[in-house]
């Protein structure tokens, strides 16, 4: 194990900030991405489930309709991608981007528990997931990295030296 330690602390693996840099990136493409489908009807008709059941969104069908609320989606994701690349450079404009990814993927994951048939009544019930469960999971983890970064950029903001 001292060995495996010696040869990652000299790869450079765990440079500073690597892990800041490949998170924030990785965070940037996938709202790229996923930001990219919203605009999309096969889209709209995929998320009927999810916004329907979220207690923090249900709201959009009322406001916008189907189509409408995929599209909100899309420019939220767009926005708060952009903002959240933008924080390599300005980290002000990074806290924006990564308070908008809290709040979208606190949104996401509160829809876990309210997603009708999510977990597997053959296999008793909760904790053995089906359906659209298994998917929100991963918003988990993209929760906890939008609240690193904000802590991260937060952080550095506070460090600038005063004007």
């Known amino acids: 194990m001292n060995s495996l330690t010696r040869i ?21 493409i996938i709202f ?9 009807n096969y889209e709209a008709q995929v998320l009927i489930p999810f916004i329907s059941n979220g207690p ?15 599209t909100f989606l899309g420019v939220s994701e767009w926005t708060f991608g952009a903002l959240i690349l933008a924080g390599f450079w300005n980290k002000r404009l990074g806290i924006l981007g990564a308070a908008g990814s809290v709040a979208t993927f606190v949104m996401t994951v509160t829809i ?16 053995a997931m089906v359906g659209n469960v298994p998917f929100l999971m991963k918003d988990v983890v993209l929760l906890a990295v939008s609240i690193y970064l ?12 005063k004007a």
């Not at 900030?17 to 998170?23: G, P, S």
């Open 8 to 28: 990652l602390a000299s790869s450079g693996l765990l440079k500073k900030d690597l892990d800041y840099h490949l998170l924030r990136t990785s965070m940037v």
């Open 32 to 40: 790229f991405f996923f930001g990219y489908q919203k605009w999309f």
């Open 56 to 70: 923090l969104i249900s709201w959009m069908y009322p406001v916008f309709g189907i189509r409408g609320a995929s």
């Open 112 to 127: 876990i528990p309210f997603m009708p048939n999510g977990w597997a009544a053959s296999a008793g019930g909760f904790p």
């Open 150 to 161: 904000l802590k991260e950029d937060v952080v550095r903001v506070r460090a600038l030296p």
